[in-house]
């Protein structure tokens, strides 16, 4: 079952377990459940995606359960009227806070503004040697993406040299290593935390928030962050 954090009768929204797809696709032909599948049997009913999270990213994923509603939502997805909010951990100390302006090229070679911003909640240093490092350092981060292109917090984060812990292939493949064969760790550390935005309906303000993964909170334990 689904964990559903919200629902009303226009909308539901689900916590996102890492690794399930949003929906199926050619790419991952051997996958046999999405989200969209999964939610469809449990609610009895269609469901139109509101918009994508990455495979990898588990969190709030936001739905539609009629083609108005759906419409609606994406033209507030499409004019940047919605505020999500991430969380990360990444390799190194990250700056107290920071906005990434570097625009992203698509697949078809069209190269699109992106803009995220991020504050460090929290660092920590452990006794690992990493590279010509006697030890390892890990930040935590609130991510806002002011923009929405495809994997934009992986790229933005990997191309200021603080690549997402469990990132492939963004991240940084001694790290991932690192991880997988102490802590057999394999999932992504980033969490789509928050969603809020007006109700399309009733023009009421929802905030929508989805608590980290256990893998996601044991990391964070491990690394003192």
Known sequence: MLEIIYQDAHLVAINKPHGML???????????ESSVQLLETQLNQKVWPAHRLDR???GVLLFSLDTATNSLMNQQFMHR?????????????????????????????????????????????????????????????EVIPETGRMHQIRKHLAHIFHPIIGD?????????????ERWGMTSMMLHASELSFMHPHSREHILIQAEFSEEFMRMKEVLGL
């Not at 949003?22 to 046999?32: G, K, M, Q």
């Open 56 to 58: 990898k990213t588990a």
């Open 168 to 180: 492939r292939p963004h991240g940084c493949n001694k790290q991932n290593k690192l991880f997988k």
């Open 81 to 141: 009227e919605i505020r999500k909010i991430y969380h990360a951990i990444v390799r190194g100390y990250t700056p107290n806070e920071a906005t990434i302006n570097y625009p992203l090229v698509r697949e078809d070679g069209k190269e699109q503004d992106a803009i995220t911003h991020f504050k460090t909640l929290s660092q920590s240093e452990i006794d690992i040697p990493s590279g010509k490092f006697e030890t390892s350092r890990y930040s935590f981060l």
């Open 22 to 32: 949003v929906h199926r696709s050619a790419i991952a032909h051997e996958v046999t």
